[in-house]
């Protein structure tokens, strides 16, 4: 009986392989957390994976302004416009200072040509940022632009309604004043 045992013994390997531990894992060792993994995946542009690994991340840590941002963002790198909105809100709801959350709002704000409100929401991350980073910076002078632009469009079009004239260019430096008579 002592024999046997030791003979089995001897057929378990030292180095911890066995058909339930495979070469190469080391099943006490921990993995990385999903949220980091989202990150890096980001990054690498899967966008499919990372929602995958934020929503692993959700369930790590829980509901937070963090994972949920992350959720959003690439949301929105996938064109989900309407749910990165949903998720990228609520994450604001769970903490309004956070920054990624609102500049990837504003994000989606000009996205959908909402540009007064992409404006407040770069404002926000701008000043909350101290205007450390470039790309906050970049879309804050762009939804300015844009929400500037397109009050000056809406009273041009106001202004030619009512006048009843168009001016219309036809080639390289000629144009045509058109009236509706």
Do not use: W
Request: proline fraction near 2%; aromatic fraction near 6%; glycine fraction near 12%.
């Amino acid at each position: 009986m002592v024999l046997c045992i030791l003979l089995l013994a001897g057929c378990t390997p030292a180095t911890g392989v066995s058909r339930n531990n495979p070469y190469g894992i080391d099943a006490k060792g921990h993995g990385v957390d999903g949220m980091t993994v989202g990150h890096r995946l980001m990054e690498a542009g899967e966008y499919e994976l990372a929602l995958k690994a934020y929503l692993r991340g959700a369930g790590e840590q829980g509901i937070n302004a963090d994972v949920l941002s992350g959720i959003g963002s690439a949301n929105l790198k996938l064109g989900r416009l309407g749910q990165a909105e949903k998720i990228l809100r609520r994450a604001l709801e769970l903490d309004p200072d956070f920054v990624p959350a609102l500049n990837n709002l504003g994000v989606v704000l000009m996205e959908q040509d909402n540009y007064g409100e992409a404006r407040v929401m770069f404002q926000r991350a701008f000043a909350l940022d101290s205007g450390e980073t470039d790309s906050i910076r970049e879309n804050l002078m762009l939804a300015i632009a844009k929400s500037e632009a397109s009050v000056y469009d809406r009273t041009q079009e106001q202004e030619q309604e009512k006048s009843g004239f168009r001016l219309v260019r036809q080639e390289k430096g000629k144009f045509v004043l058109l009236s509706d008579l």
